[in-house]
């Protein structure tokens, strides 16, 4: 078969192409607005998560234990009362290693009462015999390669493009099988609704260009909040990385997490 | 050469795996919510629906606009890096409506973090509160500005 080829024809062809592909965003534009019509939620508006990457750097070396954080979150978040959490501050104490044990250091006794909500209590440990002392402010360590995500069964839990972990409460059918995955221990089965729980980095607060709030009542900013890709003008997190040199728990568990430390002991785990 | 039939037990066969697979289709079709998928493999509407929560704490920032001198005063002195809400507790009625006021808080709000604890950062200031003093710490201390005395 002879294929006929003239100028009309090539011309009409490529107008047509041409029209399609001008056609393809005005449609993309138009289905966008459709769906924003139907599905609004009265969320915040202009937020986009794919524009942003949050990471939460924490100075050990600056918390002064006062629980402050923990309340908030508490606050903020409506946590259940109870043992639950979604950040909480741990104390670690170092004991001077016994006389003559051969040992550069004693044993380590690790409390977070109440989550360190409430502040922390008289150590223990007479002061004499403690070698180190320190807070150490937990959350949800922003994993890159969450082992929390990969093991829901029901896609309930996610990364989402900015960088937060987060769960789907409709969704979430409380199996627990991401509680027993987090090796930060951040996750927990709450009493109210059943489901999985966990920092959610106060999506609510992020998304209308707040800071979460255990960052915002930090009284000694031990806690900084921060997104890599919208660094503002003499950035903190920059700060924080040239000041300090950064650790992350567990590292060896591959989980690349974005919640960095400055100032961890080889005991905290 | 005899034409080839199909067994009609094959045929039959054939017909209810189509019909199972076709129905599971549509099923998924109306099952997966509108937004499954949008960002990865999960509901995509969960992300505006995280955000939907109204906000408990105010921030630093709502209080600067009618507090403006007393948070210079603050930027200019120790507790600089102090949240207001740190002392003067969840304010957003407040800022939402300011003849609501915010909790007043009392000293033992500054014994929270200043009270001596061997845990505590040894740059930090810290007092054993019984060897210290036993009235109200405002007598001596300005909480906005605390290197200096009222």
Same mark, same amino acid.
């Given at each position: 078969?002879?294929?006929?080829?003239?100028?009309?024809?090539?011309?009409?062809?490529?107008?047509?192409?041409?029209?399609?592909?001008?056609?393809?965003?005005?449609?993309?534009?138009?289905?966008?607005?459709?769906?924003?019509?139907?599905?609004?939620?009265?969320?915040?508006?202009?937020?986009?998560?794919?524009?942003?990457?949050?990471?939460?750097?924490?100075?050990?070396?600056?918390?002064?234990?006062?629980?402050?954080?923990?309340?908030?979150?508490?606050?903020?978040?409506?946590?259940?009362?109870?043992?639950?959490?979604?950040?909480?501050?741990?104390?670690?104490?170092?004991?001077?290693?016994?006389?003559?044990?051969?040992?550069?250091?004693?044993?380590?006794?690790?409390?977070?009462?109440?989550?360190?909500?409430?502040?922390?209590?008289?150590?223990?440990?007479?002061?004499?015999?403690?070698?180190?002392?320190?807070?150490?402010?937990?959350?949800?360590?922003?994993?890159?390669?969450?082992?929390?995500?990969?093991?829901?069964?029901?896609?309930?839990?996610?990364?989402?493009?900015?960088?937060?972990?987060?769960?789907?409460?409709?969704?979430?059918?409380?199996?627990?099988?991401?509680?027993?995955?987090?090796?930060?221990?951040?996750?927990?089965?709450?009493?109210?609704?059943?489901?999985?729980?966990?920092?959610?980095?106060?999506?609510?607060?992020?998304?209308?260009?707040?800071?979460?709030?255990?960052?915002?009542?930090?009284?000694?900013?031990?806690?900084?909040?921060?997104?890599?890709?919208?660094?503002?003008?003499?950035?903190?997190?920059?700060?924080?990385?040239?000041?300090?040199?950064?650790?992350?728990?567990?590292?060896?568990?591959?989980?690349?997490?974005?919640?960095?430390?400055?100032?961890?002991?080889?005991?905290?785990? | 050469?005899?034409?080839?039939?199909?067994?009609?037990?094959?045929?039959?066969? !054939?017909? &209810? *795996?189509? =019909?199972?697979? @076709?129905? /599971?289709?549509?099923? %998924? !079709?109306? &099952? *997966?919510? =509108?937004?499954? @998928?949008? /960002?990865?493999?999960? %509901?995509?509407?969960?992300?505006?629906?995280?955000?939907?929560?109204?906000?408990?704490?105010?921030?630093?920032?709502?209080?600067?606009?009618?507090?403006?001198?007393?948070?210079?005063?603050?930027?200019?002195?120790?507790?600089?890096?102090?949240?207001?809400?740190?002392?003067?507790?969840?304010?957003?009625?407040?800022?939402?409506?300011?003849?609501?006021?915010?909790?007043?808080?009392?000293?033992?709000?500054?014994?929270?973090?200043?009270?001596?604890?061997?845990?505590?950062?040894?740059?930090?200031?810290?007092?054993?509160?019984?060897?210290?003093?036993?009235?109200?710490?405002?007598?001596?201390?300005?909480?906005?500005?605390?290197?200096?005395?009222?």
């Amino acid at each position: 078969m002879k294929t006929q080829f003239n100028r009309r024809g090539a011309l009409a062809r490529l107008g047509g192409i041409l029209a399609g592909v001008l056609a393809l965003p005005v449609a993309r534009t138009a289905k966008a607005a459709v769906q924003r019509v139907f599905v609004s939620s009265g969320a915040a508006r202009g937020y986009d998560p794919s524009k942003h990457k949050w990471l939460m750097c924490i100075d050990v070396n600056k918390c002064i234990g006062c629980g402050l954080c923990a309340e908030a979150c508490k606050k903020e978040n409506g946590v259940p009362e109870g043992p639950y959490f979604r950040t909480w501050i741990e104390r670690y104490i170092i004991q001077k290693p016994k006389p003559g044990s051969g040992q550069t250091r004693g044993e380590t006794l690790v409390d977070s009462p109440d989550g360190g909500m409430h502040g922390f209590p008289e150590s223990p440990v007479p002061r004499d015999q403690i070698e180190h002392s320190f807070f150490v402010p937990k959350l949800c360590n922003l994993c890159e390669h969450s082992p929390c995500v990969q093991v829901c069964p029901v896609g309930a839990t996610f990364d989402a493009p900015d960088g937060a972990v987060l769960i789907d409460p409709k969704y979430c059918i409380g199996c627990g099988f991401c509680i027993q995955a987090c090796p930060y221990g951040c996750r927990f089965l709450s009493p109210v609704t059943k489901t999985a729980e966990k920092c959610t980095l106060c999506y609510h607060r992020i998304t209308r260009g707040l800071k979460p709030a255990c960052a915002e009542i930090c009284p000694t900013q031990a806690r900084i909040f921060g997104d890599l890709l919208n660094p503002v003008p003499d950035d903190p997190i920059q700060k924080f990385y040239e000041q300090n040199r950064v650790q992350v728990l567990k590292p060896y568990l591959g989980t690349a997490p974005r919640v960095l430390y400055a100032g961890l002991d080889k005991e905290v785990r | 050469m005899r034409r080839f039939q199909m067994p009609p037990q094959i045929l039959r066969l !054939v017909l &209810l *795996t189509l =019909a199972i697979v @076709g129905s /599971y289709m549509v099923a %998924r !079709v109306f &099952l *997966t919510p =509108a937004t499954f @998928g949008q /960002y990865g493999w999960y %509901r995509g509407a969960a992300l505006e629906e995280l955000a939907a929560r109204t906000p408990v704490y105010a921030g630093k920032k709502a209080c600067d606009e009618c507090h403006s001198d007393i948070l210079h005063k603050l930027a200019g002195d120790a507790h600089k890096t102090l949240s207001c809400e740190a002392c003067h507790g969840v304010s957003r009625t407040h800022a939402d409506d300011p003849d609501i006021l915010p909790v007043k808080l009392t000293g033992s709000h500054c014994i929270r973090c200043h009270e001596a604890n061997p845990s505590r950062p040894a740059w930090f200031k810290q007092i054993v509160v019984k060897d210290h003093y036993s009235g109200k710490c405002t007598e001596c201390h300005i909480p906005h500005q605390p290197t200096q005395s009222p």
